[in-house]
């Protein structure tokens, strides 16, 4: 069977966009690192790959905001995104990359394409990395999260992961629209404050889908926890075999074979 | 357009020296008294000595011309401390008690001695590039540096720790063809951030210092996607003026990438950022004291986003192999880097550089000021002609400058020009090889050996658990979570030993372990390596040679504690010295070289790589010099031969046994426990060597087999501590017998068993099917079963005489042993717990 392509877009600063790539093709996929630079110069084309992925980092230093410069130059100079995202096919974003969906306005999807969320500084006010327990909304349309437990857990590390809405509305929509996919919880799965909610974000949000699924924006690194050696208490556990994080980008890569 | 010098070389200085920066030749340098060069040195910050001033004097007689200001400035760079090691590297007569010894080069017959007779294969590189090379596998090779960037940090905290960082991921990224750096480590002397004493005027608080270093490192270290994953801080109130700032690189790179050269006709190529005047005389000036007139314009500004660019284009153009040499621009700039690069393709060599070419961040600089700018992030590569089309397109697609400013020549000579003008035409040979040198004199002498008559100590059961708390509160002790936490430790996904451990992920680690197989994508690939650190000023004080071997016995026991194998470890020094022409201060130095060599010969490990940092002074108001307590860093790297097989510090499970592996002594100099009593304790702990390295073996080789649940190295605070750090980070609590203790004779009560920092020992659990194996695998060792673990969440102690000695909650211990950062750098007091 062939494998599918998956474009890693990456830019100055882009960080994750490597071990991105590793969790992708232990997925089973070809994944191709792209530079921005590449798809605005038309020199390669979005719609040649059956999934783009947007890793973490810090795009252009996240100068202004994180995220913001390159959101500005997807929504200027690589129109071809959004049209990507309605044809269905799977988008994630992580870390960074989310915060690049949600200023470029695909995250929450709304009709206009206008920014309604933000991804800000963390109520702590500094980058923390911490591992994270997470509930899924199984109610959800992700494609991603296809047969995860309700239960999992990733690291986080950022200083701008707050998630804020411009409107309660927005918070309305996203809830109505089962577009919440996960969110931080503690060791009972119950909503908590900090430490369990790392940054303070709205409503404990961790992760927003599209309603139709198939376009996934996390804070969490779900690469960073592909083999069972990733999780911080693997040595005090023998059940688990691999990482949870793995079963993320499988999911895309079964979403585009079938 | 610059102020550059269109005039002709007339005479336009006076036989005082002064000197139109925008004339190109010094009129008159010939003519010049001692003392007016002293002057003029002192003037324009060259830190050059009186023979260095004269046999540059003579050389340019010899010439029949007199040298240009840029040609001063090359050489002054070229020979500064901070290039040259001319301390380290120099003939010493050493005075120790009646024994006079005399060094030709310490280098060369103390740090680098057992490298050479231990003639380890797998040992790639050392000591000629810009990192120490060692190889990991069939394919692959690790590059690892360790820099210092003290003088910038006490001047500029932030600013200073970011450009060290910077400065060390270039040093990976310009060794051999260039490495991906993969982990970053940090290591820290500061004063206490509590501190309420006195400082001098222009004396940041140590509070803030110490915000701003870990704030450097976490910005320029986050934003590079590089995890700092290893490091340590240690605290004591003679860095008050004088901070100390560890920062550390390891690379990964194909074997194929180890070797670099240069052929005549190949391209001067800058790539990276603009050439701008932040960062003038950095090299000079790290071989100068600091003052309250010390200017902050000596330090560089970074700029991570500009540096990542560089990473990821020139990895891009290592791969197509593009280039055939580079070197980064860190002290000196442009005048350093092509400097040593034109000295790469041989004898012959040569350089021919129009600095016309070079792009800038502001036009009103000096042709000489561009030379010898330390602005970050450049890098200089020899390109062969046919290959530059294609370079600049893949620095074009990344965003990242590429220039090409001359050609490597055989002419034997250094030639730079401006726009047609001569600025510097000297000889390679005298650039590298004229410094004069001078043999210097080193005293030591050891405190008097009178030890304290012995007292039994008090086992007071209140008593104890009061000392247990205040060692875990310790500043040198306590959590360092405020800092770990803010660096990004996993980005790369290759951290599979992470630097915090235990059930809550919050516990010391020995040290942390990385996997390759997550960049390389060679995800069934299982080798690793793993990074430890070992420093103890504290034992310095009373005898360098002995911290010296603690130091790499420290740093090679936590390798061992994680699974790493230590028989194929190299070994990074870091020296960072007070006033080295106080023959005193250079005679600690010089023991202290001692002690690396003969460690490194005992545990047959060889030093790949150093830095020295020296001239760790400040001058007060009065004119007094204030200089830091000499300070050894040592860094061991290794191979962990498969990853799953890793261990962590967290006690697993209740009913395991637990061992003490190492014999235990009254080695009380220099150790918490005399700093808690006030007064001096006896003599520094010192490794018996060939113990030592039989002890590390035989339990790494027990730990790689899968025989240890756990197991922790003993450091500060000895027993107590550890047992209680275990127990918290696992909440699986132990419970052990004093009497189990194996120890010499000398050993009588259970403060010493509980305290002592003797050496080469660690706490192992064990599941209680492999006891028997596990003791069969340390036959030889000494080593004793001294208890169990326990589900009940105290630790539990029994004394010698069989009564209860400790027994404290868990809950309790962590408290103490979490408290005192977040209190002293937050205010945060909820964090407390009891006040010991």
Known sequence: MKKPKVLILRTAGTNCDIETATAFRMAGAAPELVHVGELAGKKKSVFDYAILAIPGGFSYGDDVAAGRILANEIKSRVKDLRGFVRSGRPVIGICNGFQVLVKAGLLPQTPSGEQTASLTFNDSNRFETRWVRLRINLQSQSLFTKDLPEMIELPVAHGEGKFVVKSPKVLEALKKSRSILMQYVNEEGKFSSYPYNPNGSLFNIAAITNPVGNCLGMMPHPERYVTRYHHPNWTRQTFCKEGVGLEIFRNAVKYVLN | ?836
């Open chain 2, 1 to 836: 357009m610059t102020t550059a010098t269109k005039s002709s070389p007339a005479v336009n200085g006076s036989a005082n020296g002064s000197h139109d920066p925008a004339e190109p030749v010094w009129a008159a340098w010939s003519t010049l008294s001692a003392k007016a060069l002293a002057d003029l040195d002192a003037a324009h910050g060259w830190s050059l000595n009186a023979e260095e001033l004269a046999a540059i004097q003579a050389f340019f007689k010899k010439l029949k011309r007199e040298p240009s200001h840029a040609e001063i400035e090359t050489l002054a760079q070229t020979w500064s401390e901070h290039c040259k090691h001319k301390t380290f590297t120099s003939a010493i007569l050493y005075k120790e008690g009646r024994v006079t010894k005399r060094f030709k080069n310490l280098l060369k017959e103390t740090i680098k001695e057992p490298t050479r007779k231990l003639k380890k294969t797998w040992c790639l590189s050392v000591f000629e590039d810009n990192a120490g090379i060692i190889a990991l596998d069939k394919k692959w090779a690790l590059a690892f540096k360790v820099e210092t960037h003290n003088h910038p940090c006490a001047v500029e905290p932030y600013g200073g720790a970011e450009t060290g960082v910077g400065g060390v991921i270039r040093d990976v990224l310009g060794a051999g063809l260039g490495a991906k750096p993969v982990m970053n480590t940090d290591v820290f002397c500061f004063c206490p951030p509590d501190y309420e004493g006195e400082l001098p005027e222009g004396t940041l608080h140590p509070r803030r210092t110490m915000m701003s270093v870990v704030d450097g490192v976490r910005d320029y270290g986050n934003r590079m996607g590089i995890p700092t994953a290893a490091g340590a801080i240690w605290f004591d109130e003679a860095y008050k003026t004088n901070p100390l700032v560890f920062v550390g690189t390891v690379g990964l790179m194909p074997k194929s990438a180890v070797k670099k050269s240069v052929q005549p006709g190949d391209l001067i190529v800058a790539v990276g950022g603009r050439t701008g005047r932040d960062g003038l005389h950095g090299a000079t000036f790290s071989s100068a004291s600091i003052d309250d007139n010390t200017s902050t314009s000596a330090v560089q500004v970074g700029h991570a986003i500009v540096e990542k660019r560089l990473l990821d284009a020139l990895l891009n153009a290592r791969d197509k192999g593009l280039y055939r040499g580079l070197t980064d621009c860190g002290a000196g700039g442009f005048s350093s880097a092509i400097g040593e690069m034109a000295a790469l393709s041989g004898r012959s060599g040569g350089a021919r550089v129009r600095l016309e070419s070079a792009r800038l961040k502001t036009t009103d600089l000096s042709p000489w000021e561009i030379w010898v700018s330390e602005s970050q992030e450049r890098m200089v590569l020899a390109v062969p002609p046919k290959n530059l089309k294609a370079l600049e397109a893949v620095f074009e697609l990344e965003g990242s400058g590429v220039r090409v400013l001359g050609e490597f020549t055989n002419t034997g000579r250094l030639e730079v020009s401006f726009e047609e003008e001569t600025l510097v035409d000297l000889e390679l040979k005298f650039l590298h090889d004229g410094l004069p040198t001078r043999e210097r004199t080193a005293r030591f002498d050891l405190p008097s050996k009178s030890s304290p008559k012995r007292v039994k100590r008090s086992s007071d059961r209140m008593k104890v658990a009061e000392i247990l708390h205040w060692s875990l509160g310790n500043l040198n002790v306590c959590s360092r979570e405020w800092v770990i936490r803010q660096y990004d430790h996993e980005v790369l996904g290759g951290t599979v030993i992470k630097p915090l451990h235990g059930l809550h992920h919050d516990a010391p680690g020995d040290a942390p372990v990385w996997w390759p197989g997550a960049v390389t994508g060679e995800v069934d690939n299982f080798r690793g390596f793993s990074v430890g650190h070992g420093l103890n000023p504290e034992y310095g004080k009373l005898d360098p040679y002995a911290m010296a071997l603690c130091a790499v016995d420290e740093a090679l026991g936590n390798l061992a504690c994680v699974g790493a194998d230590p028989t194929k470890a190299a070994l990074l020094d870091n020296f960072c010295w007070g006033d080295v022409d106080d023959p005193a201060q250079l005679g600690g130095l010089v023991r202290a070289a001692l002690g690396c060599r003969d460690a490194a010969l005992g545990f047959q490990t060889p030093f790949i790589s150093g830095k020295d940092s020296l001239y760790n002074v400040f001058t007060d108001a009065k004119g007094r010099k204030h200089s830091i307590p000499g300070t050894l860093l040592i860094s061991a790297i290794a191979p962990v031969h498969d990853i799953r097989k890793a261990v962590t510090m967290d006690f697993k499970a209740p009913n395991n046994p637990i061992f003490l592996v190492g014999a235990t002594g009254e080695d009380f100099g220099g150790s918490l426990y005399e700093q808690w009593k006030r007064t001096p304790q006896g003599s520094v702990p010192l490794p018996d060597l060939k113990k030592a390295k039989k002890t590390l073996w035989t339990l790494s080789a027990a730990i790689q087999k899968g025989l240890a649940l756990s197991a922790h190295n003993l450091s500060e605070g000895g027993l107590a501590v550890a047992a209680a750090e275990m127990s918290f980070a696992g909440e699986v609590s132990a419970h052990l017998d004093l009497d189990g203790v194996q120890r010499s004779n000398d050993v009588l009560d259970n403060v010493s068993i509980l305290f002592s920092e003797s050496p080469s020992r660690f706490l192992v659990e064990v599941s209680a099917e492999n006891e028997k194996a596990f003791v069969k695998a340390m036959r030889g060792v000494s080593n004793c079963r001294i208890g169990s673990t326990i589900a009940n969440p105290v630790l539990r102690v029994t004394a010698l005489d069989g009564r209860r000695l400790i027994e404290e909650s868990l809950h309790a211990l962590k408290r103490s042993w979490q408290a005192p950062l977040p209190r002293m750098l937050d205010g945060d007091t909820a964090a407390d717990g009891r006040n010991a």
